[in-house]
């Protein structure tokens, strides 16, 4: 394709009787378009899709049964998209205890100087929670976006990393494989006994005349398997939020998990609750009615490239041997994402400011940036084409080594 298009170019040139400002577009297209191939600058989208059936519930969502033992079960159906986002927060949750607030100290957030230490000089993580604490006294940051910077820099080279792919958070529900969603239930346990109480009924879903057995952990890891799904985060929220077949409740606990079965394809009929046992069965019907007409659902994302720079260099940092950092963002109600070198913002928010925090070490020296951004500004429609986003950093003296 590039021989032909230099061959074209070659032969208009040539060509004496050509009226150059008539040719000139034609030659900029075709130029302008292995720039566009080489550089990758033009408009470029990716889609998501997944199709839904509408449930209308009459009364109450939730259905309460109790069991012979004594047991409380409550189960309401869940659109599972509406988990996504919870679930994308409980991946960037971090073990570390803290047994305290934020208190203007310097050293209450990373790790102290003590006698016994061996070190000479702060690690990355120390400088860069440096660096947050000091954006923060300085009141360029929130304490919200403290904490949010806090976790993401902790949290930067591991598996619950903030960097995510465009299909975050819909792609780290569990409960989406295949490019749809299970069906899903949220259950609640209560045991208001003196004793424990086993839990391992088996429960199913009757629509009509079909039945819908849950899947157990196990079966749905094996559908992973399937897709080829190994993301150790997807299956850890699984495995931590999927009701195990046979769990203890003890005595005056109440908690919820979820259950889900296959798909299922809504028809006009009673939708059952089945709790049974060898010996028992308890039943109860949800008050609805069910539309069966399809909804597809189409998430729409822009991609922009972008580069963190330095007052004191144009290149982008983040391909040099010396850089450390995070990127986050703390705007609300915007579906935008940081992803292989790359921003990912979905169409319909792209006339919504995004603040963007940077945080960097390099070449042993800090960076930050706090900048609001609107994505709209940095898209030529006529052109076709985005424009690429410079995040600007400024430098802060840290000292790397312990005095």
């Given at each position: 394709m ?33 720039l ?5 600058i ?31 079960i ?5 659109n ?29 957030y ?34 919200e ?12 080279n591991?598996?619950?990393s ?53 899947y ?9 398997k ?15 939020e ?6 203890l409740?003890p ?24 709790i ?44 040099e ?42 070449i042993?020296n ?6 609001t ?11 076709k ?19």
């Amino acid at each position: 394709m590039s021989l032909q298009i230099d061959k074209i170019c070659a032969n208009l040139i040539k060509d004496k009787l050509m009226k150059p400002i008539f040719y000139l577009p034609i030659i900029l297209t075709l130029l302008f378009g292995r720039l566009q191939a080489q550089q990758g600058i033009s408009l470029t989208t990716v889609e998501e899709v997944y199709t839904q059936s509408e449930v209308n519930y009459i009364g109450n969502k939730t259905l309460t049964l109790k069991l012979t033992t004594g047991l409380i079960i409550k189960v309401t159906p869940v659109n599972p998209p509406e988990l996504d986002e919870s679930f994308y927060k409980t991946i960037l949750a971090n073990g570390q205890l803290e047994y305290k607030n934020y208190e203007q100290s310097k050293n209450d957030y990373f790790i102290r100087k003590s006698k016994k230490r061996q070190k000479e000089e702060k690690s990355n993580t120390e400088m860069l929670l440096e660096l947050a604490e000091i954006l923060f006294e300085r009141k360029t940051i929130t304490e919200e976006q403290y904490n949010s910077a806090k976790k993401s820099i902790e949290n930067r080279n591991s598996e619950a990393s903030p960097e995510i792919d465009a299909k975050i958070p819909i792609a780290m529900n569990p409960y989406y494989l295949n490019k749809k969603y299970l069906s899903v239930f949220e259950i609640t346990l209560e045991n208001p006994t003196t004793k424990p109480i086993l839990f391992d009924e088996e429960i199913n879903i009757l629509l009509g005349s079909r039945l819908y057995s849950r899947y157990s952990t196990q079966q749905v890891l094996e559908l992973y398997k399937v897709e080829n799904i190994n993301n150790f985060s997807k299956t850890s929220l699984l495995t931590n939020e999927n009701l195990p077949e046979t769990i203890l409740v003890p005595s005056g606990v109440t908690f919820s998990k979820y259950i889900c079965t296959t798909p299922i394809e809504y028809e006009t009929g009673p939708l059952t609750l089945i709790i049974s046992s060898l010996t028992n069965s308890t039943r109860a019907n949800w008050d609805i009615t069910i539309s069966t007409n399809q909804i597809e659902k189409t998430y729409i994302y822009n991609v922009f490239d972008f580069k963190v720079t330095t007052t004191s260099t144009t290149a982008d940092i983040r391909y040099e041997d010396n850089y450390d950092g995070v990127l986050l963002h703390s705007s609300e109600n915007v579906d935008f994402h940081f992803s292989n070198q790359k921003l990912y913002i979905n169409q319909e928010d792209l006339e919504k400011p995004i603040t963007i925090i940077a945080l960097f070490i390099y070449i042993d020296n800090a960076y930050y940036a706090v900048t609001t951004i609107t994505p709209k500004e940095y898209i030529d429609i006529d052109k076709k084409r985005t424009l690429e986003i410079d995040i600007e950093t400024k430098s802060i003296e840290i000292e790397r080594e312990i005095k």
